[in-house]
């Protein structure tokens, strides 16, 4: 299920933003690169995890070495550069774990933002201007295709789980919804352009 | 489609009940008499429905094919006509139960002698939407 759901989810996206050979090649091409930033990226992650409380509370106490380890495994396996069905499917199942978390996308995509934000500072700092251009390119295109996957994957689950217990099948839930969200635009018209 | 809603006005008038709306189980309404937020009450009975089902089903009681509410100020009673629809009455406090129930068991069998007959009328459904 979670292979189709992935193909699925990357299906919808326009292939000038998925990663192409040549993005994958620059990947692995500055692969040590990506590595040597691990330390500094799982500690600036967490650090800022744990200094805001919404987020802070998602975690266990002493949950956040575990998570570490987690992200540094994440980081190892990404930068292998084998983007396959399986590991876009692993994204997705991050979507699933997400919703039993309460990891919300708001915080995930802002957090992957943090994670761009210095991969691409520091590529620019340290790696000739063509080549970090190239690695800016590829980062974000994986970047937003992992973002892409979590998010809508949390979205998928989220509902399928409301569909389960409920009995309510997805047409019902669609209308469901539908119904509740014109009223909410009618309740919200000042704010159409 | 006329003859769903005279069915439906007639048990309304009959039961001096506030509302009738017939729906499929994907929430859309097929055919409704005073029902105010149609879309709404239509989405609202098919998934109290699904609840009832799910739940039912979940303890081993099989499906359902009544669902009766007692609200503050009079009744909520959803009955199966078929495996795709529903019907919704809205009833008044001092309704008669007994009788209101012997017009609702009626008009489901109306009901669904009409949409037995009518192979067109899944169609007609989906033109609405």
Redesign the interface.
């Known amino acids: 299920m979670l292979h189709q759901i992935t193909k699925q989810i990357l299906s919808e996206l326009p292939d000038q933003t998925k990663l192409n050979n040549e993005d994958i090649q620059v990947l692995k091409r500055n692969k040590e690169f990506v590595f040597s930033l691990a330390n500094v990226l799982v500690k600036d992650f967490y650090d800022a995890l744990f200094g805001n409380d919404a987020t802070k509370a998602i975690f266990k106490p002493g949950e956040r070495e575990i998570r570490e380890k987690s992200l540094g495994m994440w980081m190892v396996k990404t930068i292998e550069g084998k983007f396959d069905l399986d590991y876009w499917s692993w994204q997705t199942f991050v979507g699933i774990l997400h919703v039993k978390r309460r990891v919300t996308n708001n915080m995930m995509i802002v957090m992957m933002g943090r994670v761009t934000d210095i991969i691409i500072t520091q590529a620019v700092l340290k790696l000739p201007t063509e080549e970090a251009l190239a690695l800016k390119t590829a980062w974000i295109k994986f970047a937003n295709t992992t973002l892409s996957l979590i998010a809508e994957a949390y979205h998928i689950f989220y509902m399928k789980a409301v569909s389960n ?5 997805q ?2 839930l669609n ?2 919804v539908k ?1 509740e969200i ?2 909410l635009v009618d309740q919200n018209k000042k704010f159409r352009i | 489609m006329r003859g769903l809603e005279r069915i439906l006005r007639n048990l309304v008038d009959n039961t001096n009940s506030e509302a009738a709306v017939l729906v499929n189980s994907e929430g859309l309404t097929i055919a409704s008499v005073h029902a105010e937020n149609e879309d709404r009450v239509a989405v609202m009975i098919a998934s109290l429905h699904s609840m009832g089902e799910k739940f039912s089903n979940d303890l081993s009681k099989g499906g359902i094919n009544q669902f009766y509410i007692k609200t503050d100020t009079g009744y909520i009673l959803l009955k199966d006509v078929n495996k795709n629809t529903i019907l919704g009455l809205i009833a008044k406090e001092d309704t008669k139960l007994g009788l209101l129930m012997m017009y609702l068991d009626a008009s489901v069998k109306e009901i669904s002698s009409i949409l037995n007959d009518d192979s067109t009328l899944d169609l007609n459904v989906r033109s609405i939407i």
């Open positions: 217990v409920t009995g309510m099948n047409n019902l209308n469901a119904v014109d009223n």
